[in-house]
Structures are given as C-alpha cells and as structure tokens.
C-alpha cells in the first residue's frame, strides 16, 4: 500500500511540474519585443537597446531597456535593466553613453518602474545612471 501512495505521488508531482512547465514555454512564446532605438558603446562592444514587450491582451504594453553584446541580437526575452509601463512612442527615455562602462537614462525614477537597475555585467561592469541621480 505504501509503494502504492508513493508511485502515486511522485506521477501526480511529475503531473504538475510537467503542466507548470508547458504553461511556462507556451506563455512565453505569447510576447514579443519590438525594437524602438538602439544605442551603441563609444567603442561599439556594446548596445543598449529600448523596446516594447507586448505579451497579450491581459497585459498592455511596456517599455524597457536591455544591454547585449553589439552583435548580439534581442532575444525574446524581458529587459535585463530597465523596465516601465507604456509604449515606448509615448515614454522611452532617452539613453547617452558617456563611456564605454556608464550609460546615462534619461528618467526620473519614481518607484513606478518594475525594474531599475544600476549596473549591469560582472566584469567591467556598466554603470546605469539615472536623471535624478546625477551630481550637479
């Protein structure tokens, strides 16, 4: 009875990681990524690249912001250091590499964004700026 329960349970565990798993494939595959402007490094290593990531109806439309290798093209992927609401037409900041390791946003954070990061990469890491964080 017991090796019974067991088998059971492990088919049932097996049952939702596997669901879980498909929702998790199909879902993603429901957004895709818009190129609004691409910023490019004063040596051309790297971009910065802002977009809109739609994924459906229950969603709206968000802009956001990825650094990727220059030749490296966006994935189907969230932003990896910035993210708001809103279309990019009407919100994108507007984004200046002052070197090749710190890219100045144009945003004043208010604690609306979903995602904020301050740097981004472990070795020369790029510092990200914001607008109300610059020193006069």
């Not at 954070?109 to 020369?124: H, I, M, T, V």
Request: one cysteine or more; a negative charge; charged letters at 20%.
């Amino acid at each position: 009875m017991k090796k019974t329960l067991n088998t059971i349970a492990l088919l049932l565990a097996v049952a939702i990681i596997g669901t879980v798993g498909v929702f998790n494939y199909i879902a993603d595959d429901m957004c895709g990524n818009e190129i609004h402007k691409e910023y490019l490094s004063p040596n051309g290593s790297l971009k910065a690249v802002v977009f809109q990531r739609d994924c459906g109806a229950t969603t709206g439309y968000s802009s956001q912001i990825s650094i990727l290798d220059a030749n490296e093209k966006l994935g189907n992927e969230a932003g990896n250091i910035f993210i708001i609401k809103d279309d990019p037409k009407s919100v994108a900041p507007i984004l200046e590499w002052k070197s090749d390791t710190q890219l100045h946003i144009q945003y004043e954070l208010n604690g609306r964004e979903f995602k904020a990061q301050n740097s981004f990469g472990w070795f020369d890491a790029v510092e990200i700026v914001y607008n109300n964080e610059l020193k006069l």
